[in-house]
């Protein structure tokens, strides 16, 4: 294709058009301009070309967000290779995994995660990747020190940017398998720069833009946050995982760093908008909320649009798969007795949608049916699974591919699209993608529980709650600290169920399989 | 004084975080935020609490796992905090 774009050439251009502004902002560790950011990116180039990375590659990034993770992005991208970016919080283990699932060359992380990880690697059978070690991170010193230390004290030579091939990936995000193993969503170049200019279009951002980086890098919403400023001359503004968990200091952080556009899961805006205390600071830069990755309540969206009316704000909706591939503008101010959360809108222009039933025919206006997206922004597919590739997948007779979201959706006036409801058994979870799946998966690596059975239900509050249900193999049951403990050691935090209930043995249907139905009816 | 406010905090976390849990085994060294007893909505209501409770107030720094992470360490907090 002739007008194929890296996804790292807009940031490169943007480095020589504005030198001296500040690219990323890490609060408390310091801050880097464009030309440095080049320069630091660049020679983790010259480092990964030095052990014959290039396309075709993977480089893990196992790393607290910081400004060496930004460089360690940019330059994995530079190479021609594939970031795989995990979450620096999850067990080692589940790390281990992704990293020996897609097979990466190299491994950039830091000291306190070697011994745990080169162990957890080895269990799988290895091999150990090339290591880059960091003695830490933050303001990108850690990241020059390493480099400095195996030789790479300069940049030699300008680094051309190459246009990828059509199959070139340039991320991929593992998200919540049902199979208890993180599967790894492939998106490639043209995926990720249709879709970061599709936000250029709507969002219209300017070189003197503050955005935040709420999300976590192996989340997708981190793709606007990063390659959507980075490409306009912007500034970045990291949020560390402990602020960004913490309304009282994010509200005053916010406010200081005058951020002008937000983007993060609706539930940290619902505990800013409770507890943030916000009307006692100074928000007038930010123009433009952005919210993706689950329903907003619509009395917590009240209350924020009521505290902040200035913004405009935007629901965005999008599984990983496709990145945002809806979006609708909330209309100010949100009505008193309003309680229908809001539409998850428009198909983006860059990708079409169409509604099917069961059997995979497209359905007209009124009925519900489940959503499926085609256009450049849909992922190649999952990492060394093809069957769940083509399951995910409806092809039509003219070769289109549309991939199935699995949500349930119907169509209102004017091609506005209504979330209904999942139609299988993922739900999501403070923004993230949660397969009850792969938490049974978890909890039956206790020797003691024989029987696991999860599932989800509505929660006005929290958006959902998640019940476990259990039987064990001795009549003591475990007590509620042991199981949690275990599931803090086993599973993502965002993973850990609210509820744990124990049966001496768990209901069973006319076939002898757990009967969920009569579990969510106990609920 | 100090087991007033450890009975107080433990009674709180065991109705609110931890119910049916037998009490004995919520001990002063049981980890509740790196134990995933806490998480991060649990542990604000919990310094919420504590604040309105003690009448202390709690700086930003301090509502995390290196200050809260079990009942010796909250007791240590709050007695600091009120004296």
Known sequence: MSDMRALHKSFVEAAARFPTNIAVVEPGEGSISYQSLDELSSRVCEYLHGLGVGP????????RKSIDTVAAIYGT????????????TAPPARNAYIMHNCGVKVLITEARFEDKLKQEIDNLGGPIPHLLILDGTGGGHPLTNALTAKGLSSVTTSIPVLSPRHDDLAYILYTSGSTGKPKGVMLTHENAVSFVDWCSEVFQPHFTDRFSSHAPFHFDLSILDIHVSLKHGATLVLVGEDIGKDPVRLAKLVSDERISIWYSAPSILSLLAQFGNLAVYDYSALRHVLFAGEVFPVKHLRTLTQLLPIPRYFNLYGPTETNVCNFHEVPLPVPDDRTTPYPIGKVCSHLAGKVIDESGVEITTGQEGELCISGRGVMEGYWSLPEQTAHGFLTDADGTRWYKTGDI???????????????DRMVKRRGYRVELGEIE????????????????APDEEAGVKINAFLSGKEAKRLSLIEIKRFCSENLPLY????????????????TDKIDYQRLKEAN | MEDGIKETIKKYILDEFLPGEDPNNLTDDTPLISGGILDSIATLKLVMFMEERFGITLAAHE???????TLTDIVRLVSEKKS
């Open chain 1, 77 to 88: 991208l530079k190479s021609g290779a594939a970031y795989v970016p995990v979450d620096s």
């Open chain 1, 409 to 423: 959706v119907v169509e209102a006036e004017d091609r506005i699209f209504i979330y209904r409801g999942r139609r």
């Open chain 1, 56 to 63: 075709g590659e993977r480089v893990g990034l196992y790393l």
């Open chain 2, 63 to 69: 509502a995390d796992k290196e200050h809260l992470d």
């Open chain 1, 495 to 510: 993973m850990i169920p609210d509820r744990f209930t124990w049966y001496d043995a768990l209901p069973k249907t006319s």
């Open chain 1, 441 to 456: 998966a978890g909890l039956y690596k206790h020797p003691l529980i024989k029987e696991v059975a999860v599932v989800a």
